[in-house]
C-alpha cells in the first residue's frame, strides 16, 4: 500500500498490498490485532476535541474500530473500483439487513430479485416489515417488466447474481440504470464473485454486499459481512451502521485480512477444479442439468463472460428422475464433501437444496427442465484434488442407483 496506484494493478496485485498503511501496521506485514474498547485522551481539552471528529481512520471508541477493522474495510474500498468507503458487519447477513435500513425510511418499498439468499428474505419479510418497510419479489430475468414494477413508494432494488442456490445470472447493468432512472438505490449481494470476479459499483451498483464469511475468510472459522458504498450512499450507510451499533471484532477482521491475501488462487484453484467436475457432471445421465454461469453452454454463460472477471466454485445442479430419498444417497454417500451450510472454504460441501421453497415470482425447476427433476444438489469446489472429488462423486451416484 501506500504508493496510490492500486487501481492499474491487477486484482491479484491489489490483494497482496490493500490496506497495509503503515501508521496502523507499523513494520508488521499483515496488520495486528488490535484490541481495544478504549483509546486514552492527553487531557480534556483533546477528549472534548475528538468528540468532534468523526472520520474513519480517527481513534474514539472502540464501537468505531480501530486499525484492524480500518485495514480491512479500506482493503475491500481500494478492490472496488468508484468505491468511497466499506462498513463491517458481523455477519454476512446483517450486511444487506443493515444497507436496506440505510435506504429505506417506513411507508418505502424494497424490490428483491426472487433468487436472493433466504434468509435475506426474511429479515425483509419478517423483520422489515414491522417497521413499515415493505418488500416485493421479483424476477430479475424480466428485463422488460422491470420498470412497470416500479411503484411511487420503491425506493431501492435488491439483487443477487448469480442467484443463491439457483445460479441465474442477471443483466446487472441494465436493471441498475432501469432503477437509476427513476431514483432507486441499487443494492447488490456479489458474495459469489467478490469483488475480484465483479466491479459492482462500476456496473451502476450503488452499494455491494459481500458475506466475508466465504471467500474472504476463506476458512470456515469466521462470520463477518460488508458494505461497500459509492460517494452518494456512503454517509448514509456509515451513519445508519454507527448509529444502529454495527461493529466487527478486530479478530475476525485480522483473519479476514489473512484470507484476502491468498483470496485469489483459492477462487482460481476453486473454479478450476469446479468446472472440470462440472463438465464431467454434464456428460452423466443421471444429470439433467448443470447450473453453473462459468461453465460454457450453461445459463447465464454469456452475461458471466460479458461482465465478470472471475467466480468461484459454487455451483449447482439437477438430479435426472431422482426423488428425495434417492437425493439423500447420493449425497450421504459422498466422504470428500461435508454436508454443510456456507461455502468459501478450503475443503468441499455439499448440500440438497430446495430453491422451490422460497419462490415468489420466478419457477423452479428452471424452464426447460420437467418438474419431476427439481431434485437440486449444490456443490462448493474446495481446494482438494478434483480427481479425488470425482472419485467422490462417483460413490453418490452409484448410492443413487441402489434402491
Ligand atoms: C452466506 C451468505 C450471506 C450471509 O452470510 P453469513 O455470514 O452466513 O451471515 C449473504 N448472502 C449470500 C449470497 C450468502 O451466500
Redesign the pocket.
Known sequence: MGKGKHRELSSATRLVGAGRKPEWTGAAVNPPVWRASTYLYEDSAAQEAGRHVNADGVFHYGARGGPTQWALAEALTALEPGAAGTMLYP???AA?VVALLSVLKAGDEVLIADNS?D??RSAALHALKDYGIAARFFDPLDLAGFPALIAERTRAVLL?SPG?LSMEVCDVPALAAAAKARGLAVLL?N??AGPTGFQALAHGVDLSIL?L??HVGGHSDL???SVTANAEYYPRLRKRSLLLGQQASPDDCALALRGLRTMDVRLERSSQSALKIAEWLRERTEVAQVLFPMLPGAPGHELWQRDYTGGCGLFTFLLKGADRAARDRFVDALELFGIGY?WGGFESLVLGVHPERDRAAMPWPPAGCDPAERCAVRLWVGLEDSDDLIADLERGFAALKLT
Open positions: 455477519t454476512g447477513l444487506p439468499y434468509p435475506t443477487e443463491s449481494d458474495t459469489w458475506a464469511t466465504k462470520m463477518l459481512g456456507s
